[in-house]
């Protein structure tokens, strides 16, 4: 194994995770959260998810697939299934797993919201993981410089989801600090998956369609059966869905942004 260009990719999936906790820290100067905000903030997310999902996981899995070692065919059918698998994961989760075994309990707030909350927080750390995989992939390619570039990006990108996230448990009152240390810790599963990505790009190519889509598929499903209707729950639908368009524009922007455009 070439540990200079393993340790090098460690560099650029860790600081491209890290770029997720800096864009939590605008939760720190955040001191009200009424019910307005609260729909604001998700539908904010919401935007964040959606966007992230088409253009930063199914995209490139459906550029990827026809490249698969046992064609095209496989390659689509992975990324199909892929989507399926994500939405049903999340599904399954939200149908069996206790939350009280992933959610801490806050006095005068619903279980069923933080429910809710901490599927965004699982759906985004998913999609992180993809990711990271991906990063490692273009590290041990032939051109470190693509590895270099996917980080950029990825950092970029993660910036708003970090704030998506730390929003978000800010808004059924977690204590900010908690909010930043969670939404920091959902990037750093990129370092770890992009570790692995490093480590097995020999043969990661053939999977990587399929896990960018499950990644989408569980966003994608976070958003329609959760985000959406807890926005609207409260009566703020003209709010929550233009900060779910601010969300979208913005990730946008900086998509075309890294693009050159």
């Known amino acids: 194994m070439d540990w200079p260009l393993v340790l ?6 860790t600081a491209a995770g890290v770029a997720t906790g800096v864009g939590a820290l605008p939760v720190f100067f955040i001191r009200t959260l009424s019910d307005r905000v609260q729909s604001a903030f998700l539908g904010f997310a919401a935007g ?7 253009r930063s996981l199914i995209s490139p899995a459906l550029e990827l697939a026809p490249q698969h070692p046992l064609g095209a065919t496989i390659g689509h059918a992975e990324v199909v299934l892929g989507l399926a698998l994500g939405a049903m994961a999340v599904q399954l989760v939200n149908r069996f797993a206790p939350h009280e075994h992933f959610v801490i309990r806050i006095e005068g707030v619903p279980a069923e919201s933080l429910q809710r909350i901490w599927l965004i927080v699982i759906a985004i750390a998913l999609h992180n993981i993809p990711e990271g995989l991906a990063l490692g992939v273009s590290f041990g390619g032939p051109d470190v410089a693509n590895g270099t570039s996917a980080a950029l990006g990825i950092g970029v990108q993660n910036l708003p989801e970090g704030l998506a996230v730390a929003a978000a448990l800010a808004s059924i009152n977690y204590p900010r600090k908690v909010a930043f240390a969670v939404a920091l810790l959902t990037g750093l599963l990129e370092p770890v998956s992009g570790f692995i990505g490093i480590a097995l790009v020999s043969w990661i190519d053939g999977l990587l369609p399929a896990a960018l889509a499950f990644a989408a598929g569980a966003m ?3 958003v329609s059966a959760e985000i959406i209707p807890e926005t609207h729950a409260k009566g ?3 709010v929550a869905t233009g900060s779910l368009m601010a969300g979208l524009i913005l990730m946008v922007v900086i998509d075309a942004w890294l693009a050159g455009g």
């Open 236 to 238: 703020h639908q003209a």
């Open 220 to 222: 994608v499903w976070v």
């Open 48 to 54: 964040v998810m959606l966007t992230a999902a088409f």
């Open 8 to 13: 090098t990719g460690l560099a650029g999936s």
